[in-house]
């Protein structure tokens, strides 16, 4: 790291931890700029799974 991306450094390690989660997540988000729309079509499917999973669960549970 050069000499100002150590002291953004410096500077965020020294604010509360909320403010620094919330800067945290904000810079990763300023890396994700592209969808891999194969990777969010099996996540969209395996939630669904997931979720009919629970639902039997439930079901055989009643």
Not at 27 to 47: P, R, S
């Amino acid at each position: 790291m050069n000499a100002e991306a150590e002291k953004l450094l410096a500077d965020a390690l020294r604010l509360p931890p909320q403010a620094r989660a919330a800067l945290a997540a904000r810079l990763i988000e300023g890396l994700d700029t592209e969808v891999d729309e194969d990777a969010e079509a099996a996540w969209c499917a395996e939630i669904a799974r997931r979720l009919d999973a629970v639902a039997n669960l439930v079901s055989q549970c009643h």
